[in-house]
């Protein structure tokens, strides 16, 4: 695999990932009246 496509499915990768993460933060934040308990869950959710 050259490196230029390699660093193209990176990228998307990031983007990708990015974008499920701000969708899962809003609806977790959503969902949870407790800003702090949104956060810890995300933090564990990832780990």
Known sequence: MPLREHKTLYNS???VSKYFFKLFNTSL??????FK???????LYFI
């Open 13 to 15: 990768t990031i983007i």
């Open 29 to 34: 934040f959503a969902s949870s009246k407790n």
């Open 37 to 43: 308990l949104g956060a810890d869950s995300a933090i």
